[in-house]
């Protein structure tokens, strides 16, 4: 039915009702063609891209040799829709000028920032671990009470006092831990009970010292643990367990590796209080540039039972690994030799030498009366069977191409007779 708007009634189209789109609103954008030239990879002639742009209806104005390769660019307003900043002009020029005929490079990136040296240290140091077969793990920052105890601490221990959540949610996860033992012994009970004969594993962790009645004290440090067999067995006989020795090689690589030195001692000013749970004579302290930085060795066997392990030695280090960082130490790289003119003269003697007599002795006792000049003297081999310990040394002669195969015989023959006569009454023959 046809009618009329009743009096004081409001228009629904107005602008009150129905607000102007902001989107549709005229717009300027700034076409900057050194950004242009960059983004496609090419370079634009100002001349073209202002005919271009304005056969697609854009106003083009300013000079860009004037303005200093800019053009300020109106859009049309049947482009308000899909027209709205300076990625839309790249994409309608690129558009006009077919994407096809620009250039395929890949985008100029930064190289990013360089590690540092801390993150330098951990890498060199998991490529070690990593490389002795060691796996890495991650445990909980949290344990119990109760569990705690199972470390049987005597009464004085500082490992006592812990970070202590309040409102725990689950008290079996109410403690911070300040030893990485408990957890570490929790693994090596978990892969026995599943039938593993061999562990190695290490982690990176944070351990929460109590200082005073609520501060603590955050400390990075690197355990490992290994227990097992070095080797898998053969058919005559089994493997060797991993001992002291062992850890001690691997300590002294990851030391290596970092640029750094690390010394081995019985004793220390502020031992470390996990030192009462390990072996008193199969343990030591680590110090480096002269400070202590953790501690190796055995695992207490009154510590071991506790979890009830099948294996005969668990072996454990803790150590401070920042400590590790050389940040000002400086780096400490081996002299390299020249190559020599002509080559070495090598020969090899197999000596048995009795426990009690090490290598070095025997070693420096054939440097001392060799006719001829030695480059080094170095030991090649060990063979062990019931009482026979066979060490093979290969000694090299200098030569500067008038030593003859003759005088290196005779004087292999000559340094053979001297050592043998020299540690005759200690039991050494050739063998």
Known sequence: AWGALAPGAEWTWSESKCPTDSRLEPREITLDLDRLDTYYATSFDPAAVERRLSCLGFRVG???????????????????????????????????WGFDSFP?????????AAPTARRRAQSALEQVLVGYGFFEV?????YSRSAHERLGLSAGSPLHRHVELRNAIDRNFSLLKNNALLQALDVADYNQRHSLTCGKYFEFTHLFEAVGDDGHRELPVLWGMLWGEETYGAWQHGGTSFDFWYLKGVLEEMAHACGARVELRRAAER?????ELLHPNR????????????????????VTANWKLRTERVLYFELDWTALVAEDRPAETAPVDDMPEHPLLRR????????????????????????????????????????????????????????????????MGAITAHVVDHFRERGVYQR
Do not use: K
């Not at 300020?72 to 990625?87: A, I, N, Q, S, T």
């Not at 031992?271 to 030192?275: E, G």
């Open 62 to 96: 300013g000079d860009a040799a004037r303005d200093g390769g800019r053009l300020r660019v109106g859009v049309p307003g049947h482009r308000l829709w899909d027209v709205f900043d300076l990625e839309c002009l790249y994409e309608e020029v690129g558009r006009v």
């Open 104 to 112: 395929a490079v890949l985008p100029e990136t930064g190289g990013g």
């Open 138 to 142: 991650m445990t909980d920052g949290f």
């Open 271 to 275: 031992p470390s209080p996990v030192a």
């Open 283 to 302: 343990s030591a302290h680590l110090v480096v540039d002269g400070r202590e930085i953790g501690l190796c060795g055995e695992v207490h066997p009154a």
């Open 348 to 411: 090899d003697l197999a000596l048995h030498l009795p426990a009690g007599l090490t290598a070095g002795e025997v070693r420096e006792r054939m440097e001392a009366v060799s006719p001829l000049p030695l480059a080094w003297v170095h030991v090649t081999d060990l063979y062990e069977s019931g009482d026979v310990r066979a060490h093979t040394f290969e000694l090299a002669f200098e030569n500067d191409n008038t030593v003859t195969a003759e005088q290196v015989n005779a004087a």
